[in-house]
Nanobody, 123 residues
């Protein structure tokens, strides 16, 4: 089992920045690909970004490319999501997720999830 806890979500004005963190425990963090997803009210869970086990490969959803950066610190068992140039449409609950063996953009492929952190962007 992998336990994940997100932090860093808050209310921010459009154009602002936030940094989310995802602290992992329970298993060897560097064995897992990490993903960030988000879900707005009434919408499906959406892929935001993912990073490979050593951090060499990073992928982003089209709506966040050029504005968000995913990273990880395996020594600290933590993944991050730096969000810049935030827009009201970025408002959602943000979840981190972990998956062994390979990464994926599909949330159904991730067995381990945090409880999420709320990000609200005001216009």
């Amino acid at each position: 089992q992998v336990q994940l806890v997100e932090a860093g979500g808050q209310l921010v004005q459009a154009g602002g920045s936030l940094r989310l963190s995802c602290a992992a425990s329970g298993r060897t963090f560097s064995d897992y690909n990490m993903g960030w997803f988000r879900q707005a009210p009434g919408k499906e869970r959406e892929f935001v970004a993912r990073i490979s086990t050593r951090g060499f490969n990073r992928y982003y959803g089209d709506s966040v490319k050029g504005r968000f950066v995913i990273s990880r610190d395996n020594a600290k068992n933590t993944a991050y999501l730096q969000m810049d140039s935030l827009k009201p449409e970025d408002t959602a609950v943000y979840f981190c997720a972990a998956r062994a063996y390979s990464g994926s953009d599909d949330p159904a492929d991730y067995p381990y999830w945090g409880r999420g952190t709320q990000v609200t962007v005001s216009s």
